[in-house]
């Protein structure tokens, strides 16, 4: 690795492919069963569980702190578009745990436009050299997000509902500007790691809010799955690997302050 890079990048290449591997494991051996049998519980459940659940998402809130980081132009990197900045969010008609599942999903669907989009710009040299290990940990990152979105969606559709293939209106504009300032790896990998605090948050904040049993077990099997990303994005900035204050102190429990 050159010096260059050694400046952007702050770990291993080795460790970073070795828990990105470790990552990908976890997902497939334990993430994706558990996504596969709440959904398969979720299309036994009734309708009006779900629009009667208590769950009220609400796609305004929190303000981004991005700093520094962010996306240079955020370009169609996937089937997932753009969402209009004035869009009525979540969906007309949907209440309870579908507002939910809508919220999240859009979440999923930012997350899977800045991942490629950040890979795009470093391919066109914007962010300087990015090491092959850093790449391998987005594309896989990126491609865990999209099974969550559709997971979301396809509890949607299973309730006769659109599926939903915007990104999160509140924060997009802001994500769009902070990614405009990403100039190298760290800028990147800052802007990464607020978008998985925002959706590690959310979820956990909106766990408690569901009322269908199913719905509990979908989001608490993606939770943990988004705190494994910030661990890694941690590493990959020299920071602890875990939830802590602005300053760096450790904390004992995750905050839900910027949940959506």
Not at 214 to 232: C, G, N, Y
């Amino acid at each position: 690795m050159s010096k260059d890079e050694t400046k952007r990048f702050r770990g291993s290449e080795g460790e970073l492919r070795a828990q990105t591997l470790e990552l990908d494991e976890l997902h497939h051996d334990v993430g994706m069963p558990a996504m596969a049998h709440a959904l398969a519980d979720m299309r036994g459940t009734s309708r009006r569980t779900f629009l009667l659940g208590a769950g009220a998402a609400v796609a305004g809130g929190a303000a981004m702190a991005v700093g520094s980081g962010a996306v240079p132009t955020l370009a169609a990197a996937s089937t997932r578009r753009l969402s209009p900045v004035h869009a009525a969010f979540p969906p007309a008609g949907l209440r309870g745990d579908l507002a939910v599942a809508a919220v999240a999903a859009s979440l999923e669907n930012l997350a899977v436009f800045a991942y490629p989009a950040g890979l795009t710009a470093a391919t066109q040299g914007k962010l300087g050299t990015v090491p092959p290990a850093v790449a391998t940990f987005a594309t896989t990152v990126k491609g865990q997000h999209q099974q969550h979105a559709d997971a979301w969606n396809a509890v949607l559709q299973s309730h006769g509902k659109a599926p939903v293939t915007v990104t999160n209106p509140t924060l997009t504009p802001t994500v769009q500007t902070d990614f405009a300032k990403v100039t190298d790896i760290t800028g990147l990998a800052q802007l990464a790691l607020t978008l998985e605090t925002i959706a590690a948050q959310t979820y956990q904040a909106e766990t408690s809010k569901l009322q269908s049993s199913a719905a509990i077990a979908l989001s608490s099997s993606i939770q943990p799955v988004e705190m494994q990303h910030i661990a890694i994005l941690s590493y990959v900035l020299g920071m602890y690997p875990g939830t802590q204050t602005s300053s760096g102190t450790p904390l004992a429990f995750n905050p839900t302050s910027q949940a959506v």
